[in-house]
């Protein structure tokens, strides 16, 4: 059994963050169960002089990583930010590259197999699979547009290319806006 947590769902509280690991942790491992962590960056980063609460959270989260039992894996990006303390705990460390076509069209399927709506379910060709395929976006990109296509879709018609397209733009206008270029690596 595997149990995904969002950093975001965890209380911003030192004193009930302790206690709510403690209680995840001590289920998981009873079940036995494998927790996934995603958004872990802020229990992960560097303690630094200017953030005391963050430094009570990630001296917390380290604690209780310290004697937990449970396979927990932290989801991250900021590797690089990491506080040094973490390291010597972290038993496996694996990056993830960037996807190859056939990875980003299992990716795009898998997503659109399940974006179904009282309309019916996506409604797309091959061909324009095929062309979702070839633009460079990672799979929380793609489940974000898929997710996006669905809302466009909901009132008027099953999900389709156009959606799919417009979600798209959407989000390569706005990290365009965002970094004040043409970012590669998204959208």
Not at 17 to 43: K, P
Request: charged share 25%; hydrophobic share 45%.
């Amino acid at each position: 059994m595997a149990v995904q947590i969002c950093a975001g769902e965890l209380p911003p509280d030192a004193g009930q963050l302790e206690a709510r690991l403690s209680l995840i942790f001590q289920i998981a491992q009873h079940w036995g169960a494998i927790l996934l962590l995603d958004e872990a960056d802020v229990y992960l980063e560097q303690r630094s002089s200017c953030d005391l609460g963050r430094n009570s959270l990630v001296s917390v989260f380290l604690r209780k990583m310290e004697f937990c039992e449970a396979i927990v894996f932290l989801i991250t990006n900021r590797v690089t930010q990491f506080d040094e303390a973490i390291l010597s705990g972290v038993h496996l460390a694996m990056k993830y590259g960037d996807l190859d076509r056939g990875r980003r069209k299992l990716i795009w399927k898998n997503f659109l197999d399940r974006a179904n709506n009282p309309h019916g379910k996506a409604d797309i060709s091959d061909k324009e699979l095929d062309q979702l395929v070839r633009i460079e976006l990672n799979g929380r990109q793609i489940k974000n547009v898929v997710a996006t296509a669905c809302a466009l879709a909901a009132k008027t018609s099953r999900v389709r290319f156009v959606h799919l397209e417009t979600a798209i733009k959407a989000g390569k206008k706005f990290v365009d806006d965002f970094y004040g270029t043409n970012h590669k690596a998204m959208y």
